[in-house]
């Protein structure tokens, strides 16, 4: 089993300044999962409660030299706890800044490189299983090792790689929150309400967001939103009703669905704005299985989607709603 | 069968100002509320365990429209810290807000809904109950011809008391004529006294009343609730709270809160921009003091 690559500058600052802490806040741990030509960060995909997410990259977008052999289709897959690599990843950047990099020096000789190792820790007699981080320098080194967790077993490669097909179901309609941040606006306020939210998505284009409690009902929605997939035009009868009648009959229609998710789990999923995303579509699986957030990335200069790059959640459902 | 119309719709402008007006009286996570609302406007109130009270106003003036079409004054019973919670979800930084309250809904609800954009839409439906009578109808009334009271800067006044925290006891509160100041003390495990001199720190105390010498006792963590939750707005604004010693010992403080400027022209603030009184909300708390004369009883 060999990995090794060097990540370019891009990567880094990919990786450093926006996908790492988005993904930090899904969790602390997660896998990380080498394929031929793609690296994948992967969230709860094989235990079912929390919120699913998978940033996928293609290999040129993070890494040049990208060298990857084992025995199981050249694919490895171990954990690795999101806070030790960004730090990693942070300590080399600023070492490598320090060491001159950056600055018309040739590049060449200045670095990222990453590595799968096994090595003997202090205090250990059992060699343990590293990602390395090394930067060389004219003069000096710096190397630092991240533990992982022992690569997992063909068994559970092909596992998680069907969870992770089964994750790339994309739900037959799909709108466009074309602001994140109003949208995490209220939801941070919203989340001292209340603890469940009902959300429902329309074919016409509607998003609505709603906490209903014994002592409250609390709702926001969007409408007129950018629809991907499916769509229907709104009956004139109801463009006048309220959010909660629109919603209910478009319910009845078969227009919309509604699931009920964990506001907790909703307020997480947003965080993900820290990768700088520049839109996020919401929809809700077949049979309402799960609510999916899909994060889109623009070529830089561009508004044409970058397909190197992907992010997206899929929330828990926590009471299948109405449908 | 009452007519069909809503007592009731009212249009606000400016959220936050609502927000930090009642924010101001929350001293605790579960308060339940009374709403009163007539001509004039809206009043606000909490109390707890008959020794401490508050109250906001919001006069009619504040509110971008008033529609009120009830017979006698509606009153009902809210959760404080919903109906605060409920506002800031409406208060998105950075665009103007102009809400719709309306009561009652079909189901006594007290209705709240977004009315400044037509593709994003905020609303709410809060549940009302029959509020109990006040228990504690406090009668505040002047403590002789002459007033007893003094202003002083908001800010001075909540680090007073933020301070007095330390020693652990109840707090008290004495006025001087002679000469003219104003103390607070508290005695617990450790001494702490604050003096506000009227002729030295004319920047600290605006105005002072006083023409017999008169002390009382307060529980620290009423006193504590009147100068908690005081908006930065009004530290910003630079005010001032008055303090006014009643018969009995019973306190009143009175802040004023700016429910603020809109961005747009707004009927009763001039072309000058100065901010007429009926932007601010009047918000006052009346504490009893530890040991209460009952007005009826004592002298």
């Known amino acids: 089993m060999k990995f090794k690559a060097f990540l370019t500058d891009n990567g880094t600052s990919l990786l450093e300044k926006r996908f790492l802490p988005a993904l930090d806040k899904m969790g602390k741990v997660c896998h990380l999962y080498f394929t031929r030509d793609h690296t994948i960060f992967l969230h709860n995909l094989l235990n079912g409660d929390g919120v699913q997410s998978i940033a996928q990259f293609r290999k040129e977008a993070l890494f040049d030299n990208y060298r990857i052999s084992s025995q199981n289709d050249d694919r490895i897959a171990f954990t690795i706890d999101l806070s030790l690599l960004q730090r990693a990843i942070r300590s080399s950047v600023s070492i490598y800044a320090e060491m001159g990099g950056g600055d018309g020096v040739d590049t060449g000789s200045n670095r990222l490189q990453i590595k799968l190792v096994k090595k003997l820790p202090p205090n250990s007699h059992q060699p343990l299983p590293f990602l390395t981080f090394e930067s060389k320098g004219y003069k000096s080194a710096v190397i630092q090792d991240v533990p992982i967790s022992k690569p997992l077993s063909r068994a559970d490669v092909l596992e998680l790689q069907s969870a992770l097909d089964m994750a790339q179901d994309l739900p037959r309609t799909l709108v466009q929150v074309p602001d994140l941040n109003q949208l995490q606006n209220y939801v941070d306020r919203m989340k001292h309400v209340g603890d469940l939210l009902n959300i429902s998505i329309s074919k016409y284009g509607d998003l609505h967001v709603q906490i209903s409690t014994t002592l409250i009902t609390l709702g926001a929605e969007f409408r007129k939103l950018l629809v991907v997939g499916e769509q229907v035009e709104v009956p004139a009868e109801d463009r006048d009703l309220s959010a909660q009648s629109r919603t209910q009959r478009a319910v009845q229609r078969g227009d919309a669905q509604t699931v009920q998710v964990s506001m907790k789990h909703f307020a997480k999923s947003l965080q993900c704005h820290l990768a700088k995303p520049d839109c996020a579509f919401y929809g809700i699986a077949q049979e309402g299985a799960c609510l999916t957030v899909i994060f889109q990335f623009f070529i830089p200069g561009s508004r044409q989607n970058d397909k190197s790059i992907s992010l997206h959640c899929r929330l828990p459902v926590l009471d299948p709603g109405s449908s | ?299």
């Open chain 2, 1 to 299: 069968m009452s007519s069909s119309g809503p007592d009731l719709v009212c249009q606000l402008d400016n959220v936050q100002g609502m927000v930090d007006a009642l924010t101001a009286v929350r001293w605790k996570r579960h308060q339940d509320a009374v709403m009163e609302l007539s001509e004039h406007g809206v009043v606000l109130i909490v109390e707890e365990t008959r020794c401490l009270q508050a109250k906001v106003y919001l006069q009619r003036e504040l509110f971008v429209q008033y529609e009120y079409s009830a017979q006698g004054r509606p009153r009902f019973g809210v959760s404080l810290g919903l109906f605060v919670d409920c506002l800031n979800t409406f208060s998105v930084p950075g665009r103007s807000n102009m809400i719709e309250i309306r009561y009652p809904g079909p189901d006594m609800q007290l209705l709240l809904k977004s009315v400044d954009s037509m593709d994003a839409c905020i609303y709410a439906e809060i549940r009302t109950r029959i509020p109990d009578t006040i228990s504690w109808d406090y009668n505040f009334e002047p403590a002789g011809s002459t007033p007893l009271s003094f202003t002083v800067k908001s800010a001075a006044l909540k680090e007073a008391i933020d301070d007095l925290e330390w020693p652990g006891s109840s707090i008290q509160l004495t006025l001087e004529p002679v000469p003219p100041s104003v103390t607070f003390r508290g005695e617990g495990h450790g001494d702490l006294q604050i003096d506000f001199m009227y002729y030295v720190n004319t920047d600290l105390l605006i105005a002072f009343h006083c023409d017999h010498r008169v002390s009382y006792r307060y529980k620290y963590k009423f006193l504590r609730a009147t100068t908690s939750n005081i908006p930065s707005s009004v530290i910003r604004d630079n005010r001032g709270s008055k303090l006014t010693i009643g018969r009995g010992g019973m306190l009143k403080v009175q802040h004023l809160v700016s429910v603020a400027k809109p961005s747009i022209p707004h009927p009763y603030v001039d072309s000058a921009g100065h901010q007429q009184p009926s932007r601010i909300a009047y918000i006052e708390f009346f504490v009893k003091p530890e040991e209460y004369e009952d007005i009826q009883n004592g002298s």
